[in-house]
């Protein structure tokens, strides 16, 4: 079998990047994966992963989760190319009214579905529950999440994680509203101190909710020795998932391994990404804020961060770069995000799952993706 090759539609030899290490074998597959069985002469410089799962993506390719069905199909089928195989499109704080057309056209594209692109199985809601002393490159129309508002949301039947700032009136009555619902609780773009981070942890995990750390490190301020903060209260709890922008912009590799450090079954890589990913340097928009891109780094006019450019590819080579072996940050791309959203059809290697695949080279460049099964066409 020649690398990269299949045999025959359904077979796929190779390094398999399993969660305990990388073995040569070979793996069958149609719309879930049948076998995966050693084999001592597949290729060396080929490998076989889980595809991504991205639980935090604004746009790509031009499109955008808040530009309605169109720019949902766009940006699923921008980063499926990349190894995406799963994602949330994510909105952004907006008139209400804005996110609610935003969700029912995550619902239309969810019914559906996105021939070659990735698997939408629902929508990030990061805004507009969030702390206006902590928009990042979010427009200002922040609103405190009201149970009138938070049913609403969930009316749409499509929020599969959300992000709220803890120290909003009401944001713990909105938590568990959201988690008695099985959507993940993210905690960001926030000000709160690390005591009020971590009795909102607690009761969200006394309830059984999911949680996690929305962008780690970004829109939370530091830490501290004596004043731990937001990014130490939630590194400290040993239940939440941190996402990370590995992107070499927003947060520094040393800061990344801390994370892993403190929760090495449960860091994530997301991207984040805008609009523009993919597209190269130049002008782009985010929540009608003009953005320049430049260096493949996205900021506002204002000099703020406008989200990344990142692609889930290129996250799990600068995980790579950091020093985690492949399966740790393979484990970061797809199984610890599945996981953090309760998804248990995917994010590893094994008969009776789906066959959401990425085909790397030696240079960990995408050679070929398979969501459910079928190619998708670079």
């Given at each position: 079998?020649?690398?990269?090759?299949?045999?025959?539609?359904?077979?796929?030899s190779?390094?398999?990047?399993l969660?305990?290490?990388?073995?040569p074998?070979?793996?069958?597959?149609?719309?879930?994966?049948?076998?995966?069985t050693?084999d001592?002469?597949?290729p060396?410089d080929?490998f076989?992963l889980?595809?991504?799962?991205?639980?935090?993506v604004?746009?790509?390719?031009?499109?955008?989760?808040m530009d309605?069905?169109?720019?949902?199909q766009?940006l699923a089928?921008?980063?499926a190319?990349?190894?995406t195989t799963?994602?949330?499109?994510?909105?952004?704080?907006?008139?209400?009214?804005?996110?609610?057309?935003?969700m029912?056209?995550?619902?239309?594209?969810m019914?559906?579905?996105?021939?070659?692109?990735?698997?939408?199985?629902?929508?990030?809601l990061?805004g507009p529950?969030?702390?206006?002393?902590?928009?990042g490159?979010?427009?200002?129309?922040?609103?405190d999440p009201?149970?009138e508002?938070?049913?609403q949301?969930?009316?749409?039947?499509?929020i599969?994680a959300v992000?709220?700032?803890p120290?909003r009136?009401?944001?713990?009555q909105?938590?568990?509203?959201?988690?008695?619902?099985?959507?993940?609780?993210?905690?960001?773009?926030?000000v709160?101190?690390?005591?009020?981070?971590?009795?909102f942890l607690n009761?969200?995990?006394?309830a059984?909710?999911?949680?996690?750390?929305?962008?780690?490190?970004?829109a939370?301020?530091?830490?501290e020795?004596?004043t731990?903060?937001?990014?130490?209260a939630?590194?400290a709890?040993?239940?939440?998932?941190p996402?990370?922008?590995?992107?070499?912009?927003?947060?520094?590799?040393?800061?990344?391994?801390l994370a892993?450090a403190?929760a090495?079954?449960?860091?994530?890589?997301?991207?984040?990404?805008?609009r523009?990913a993919g597209?190269?340097?130049?002008?782009?928009?985010l929540g009608?804020?003009?953005?320049?891109?430049?260096?493949?780094?996205?900021?506002?006019?204002?000099?703020?961060?406008?989200?990344?450019?990142l692609?889930?590819d290129?996250?799990?080579?600068?995980?790579?770069?950091?020093?985690?072996?492949?399966?740790t940050a393979?484990r970061?791309a797809?199984?610890?995000?599945?996981?953090?959203?309760?998804?248990?059809?995917?994010?590893?290697?094994?008969?009776?799952?789906?066959a959401?695949?990425v085909v790397?080279?030696?240079?960990?460049?995408?050679?070929?993706?398979y969501?459910?099964?079928?190619a998708v066409?670079a």
């Amino acid at each position: 079998m020649t690398r990269g090759q299949t045999t025959k539609v359904g077979e796929l030899s190779g390094q398999l990047v399993l969660e305990g290490g990388v073995i040569p074998g070979r793996l069958r597959f149609g719309a879930q994966i049948t076998d995966v069985t050693p084999d001592l002469h597949a290729p060396a410089d080929w490998f076989i992963l889980p595809g991504f799962v991205d639980t935090h993506v604004h746009g790509g390719g031009g499109g955008d989760a808040m530009d309605g069905v169109a720019g949902v199909q766009t940006l699923a089928r921008l980063h499926a190319r990349h190894g995406t195989t799963t994602l949330l499109p994510t909105t952004m704080t907006n008139p209400w009214e804005n996110v609610l057309a935003a969700m029912q056209a995550v619902r239309e594209v969810m019914a559906q579905g996105v021939p070659g692109g990735a698997d939408i199985v629902g929508a990030h809601l990061e805004g507009p529950f969030i702390s206006p002393q902590r928009l990042g490159a979010q427009p200002p129309c922040t609103l405190d999440p009201t149970p009138e508002l938070v049913a609403q949301a969930l009316g749409s039947g499509v929020i599969r994680a959300v992000t709220l700032a803890p120290e909003r009136p009401g944001a713990l009555q909105a938590a568990r509203q959201f988690g008695a619902a099985g959507v993940r609780v993210g905690v960001g773009h926030t000000v709160a101190d690390a005591e009020t981070v971590t009795d909102f942890l607690n009761a969200l995990h006394a309830a059984g909710i999911r949680t996690a750390a929305t962008h780690l490190f970004n829109a939370m301020g530091g830490i501290e020795g004596r004043t731990p903060g937001v990014p130490g209260a939630l590194l400290a709890d040993p239940h939440t998932f941190p996402e990370v922008i590995l992107d070499g912009i927003h947060v520094h590799p040393t800061s990344f391994r801390l994370a892993c450090a403190a929760a090495p079954d449960r860091a994530m890589l997301i991207t984040d990404a805008m609009r523009a990913a993919g597209l190269g340097d130049g002008e782009s928009e985010l929540g009608g804020q003009r953005v320049i891109v430049r260096n493949g780094e996205a900021r506002l006019e204002g000099g703020s961060l406008a989200g990344s450019v990142l692609t889930m590819d290129a996250a799990l080579r600068n995980a790579v770069g950091a020093g985690l072996p492949l399966h740790t940050a393979s484990r970061l791309a797809s199984l610890h995000p599945a996981r953090s959203l309760g998804l248990t059809d995917r994010g590893t290697l094994a008969p009776g799952l789906r066959a959401d695949l990425v085909v790397l080279n030696a240079e960990l460049q995408v050679k070929a993706v398979y969501v459910g099964g079928q190619a998708v066409q670079a």
